[in-house]
């Protein structure tokens, strides 16, 4: 049915170019729509593409209702959309995410430089003992007195004298 008509259109404004027929054609075909299309903004075409989206995710989801129910909000869903520049609320949906992604970017390299502050001293308290071992003096051995003998198990049977 749109491509009939496409190209009813094409035939009218290709035979009536130079008439004033053709100018009017041309008016209210060309250049009224095309001036319209230029005011568009970027967050409400967005929005217009989330509205597509959205019907398409109803009629997906929920078959012949979903037809129904976004034939209802249709009209007042279009209206929202071009009702206020779409873009402030996309802006502050980046805006939010970006925030995020820096804080928690800040926040890993924060970790990883603790991360490595907690190594490089680790590493020079272990250079540090490796340095400076104390050299003890061995003690001269205790005297053995019976009861030192083993017992129990390591006994072999062998009682204490």
């Not at 290709?14 to 009017?24: A, E």
């Not at 996309?90 to 805006?95: G, I, K």
Request: glycine residues 8%; aromatic residues 6%.
């Amino acid at each position: 049915m749109l491509a009939p008509l496409c190209l009813l259109i094409v035939l009218g404004l290709t035979l009536f170019d130079q008439g004033p027929v053709g100018t009017v054609l041309r008016l209210w075909l060309v250049e009224r729509p095309a001036s319209i299309l230029s005011r568009l903004t970027r967050g409400q075409i967005l929005g217009v593409i989330l509205v597509i989206g959205l019907g398409a995710a109803a009629v997906a989801l929920f078959e012949a209702e979903g037809v129904r129910l976004f034939a209802m909000a249709a009209p007042d869903l279009i209206a929202w959309v071009l009702m206020f520049d779409v873009t402030v609320l996309f802006d502050l949906a980046v805006l939010a995410l970006s925030l995020r992604a820096v804080a928690g970017w800040r926040g890993l390299v924060r970790a990883g430089k603790a991360l490595r502050a907690q190594t490089r001293l680790a590493v020079q308290r272990l250079r540090s003992r490796t340095r400076a071992r104390r050299v003890r003096r061995p003690r001269p051995p205790r005297p053995r007195s019976p009861d030192d003998a083993p017992q129990g198990a390591w006994t072999f049977g062998l009682s204490p004298a």
